[in-house]
């Protein structure tokens, strides 16, 4: 979808560097996620964020953080805590519906090109 | 929390043939389940999706079945053809999961002419 951006393309981390991953949206979504995909597996949810300011850990959030300080970014800083960092990660965005009170319901989720990150 | 399965991990078809992707899920509560086509290389694209108050939805070549009391869904490619290859996935909401998507390990599917 050209409404969601990723940059880098590729992206090479040294030992004990941090780096920093773009996601950028012009769908005015509410709702942002970061997923890993390693070869042959399926995506894992790293982080997600409903809306701005306010973000939750989803299943591999170790080695990883992220900020939220505009709707549009939801950028991912992969740490020299995270051991095995190579992997292709995709940034994804949908909107937020309330199907009721307290609860709403899940909408198709739009993702960008992903970003590739190797270790040199 | 939710676990989603997906069989087979690889299928190869003829060209005009069709294909039959399964999906079993743990959360009885889970409500929402798409379907993603991803090309080497590139993003994952929502191909179709269904909720669980319909039993079954179509878009043209594409469709999709949903068994809440045995808790799989299937997707079906009619008359395949080779821009059909892809790996597609699965995914369910886990509602005891915080709703959040959970993907299964994906099906590579290879269409031969």
């Known amino acids: 979808d050209g409404g969601i951006t990723q940059s880098p393309k590729y992206l090479f981390r040294k030992e004990g560097q941090n780096v920093t991953l773009s996601c950028e949206q012009n769908?005015?979504?509410?709702?942002m996620y970061w997923y890993r995909q390693d070869p042959g597996q399926g995506l894992r949810l790293i982080y997600y964020?409903?809306?701005?300011?306010?973000?939750q850990k989803g299943d591999i959030a170790e080695g990883y953080s992220v900020s939220r300080e505009k709707k549009e970014s939801f950028p991912l800083t992969v740490t020299s805590a995270q051991k095995n960092p190579t992997a292709f990660y995709l940034c994804?965005?949908?909107?937020?519906?309330?199907?009721?009170?307290?609860?709403?319901?899940?909408?198709?989720?739009?993702f960008g090109d992903g970003t590739r990150l190797s270790i040199l | 929390g939710e676990n989603v399965e997906q069989h087979p991990s690889t299928l190869s078809v003829q060209e005009g043939d069709s294909a039959v992707i399964k999906c079993t899920y743990s959360?009885?509560?889970?409500?929402?389940f798409p379907w993603y086509k991803q090309e080497l290389g590139k993003r994952p694209q929502l191909i179709i999706d269904?909720?669980?108050?319909?039993g079954e939805k179509k878009d043209q070549r594409i469709a999709v079945t949903l068994n809440k009391t045995a808790k799989h869904f299937s997707l079906h490619i009619t008359e395949t053809q080779p821009e059909d290859s892809a790996v597609y996935f699965c995914?369910?909401?886990?509602?005891?999961?915080?709703?959040?998507?959970?993907f299964g390990a994906g099906t590579i599917l290879r269409v031969k002419s």
């Open positions: 994804a965005s949908s909107i937020r519906l309330r199907a009721q009170i307290g609860y709403f319901s899940n909408q198709p989720q739009h």
């Open positions: 769908l005015n979504h509410d709702a």
């Open positions: 964020s409903q809306i701005v300011n306010d973000f």
């Open positions: 959360d009885s509560a889970s409500n929402y």
């Open positions: 269904i909720r669980s108050n319909v």
């Open positions: 995914a369910a909401n886990g509602y005891s999961y915080g709703n959040k998507l959970v």
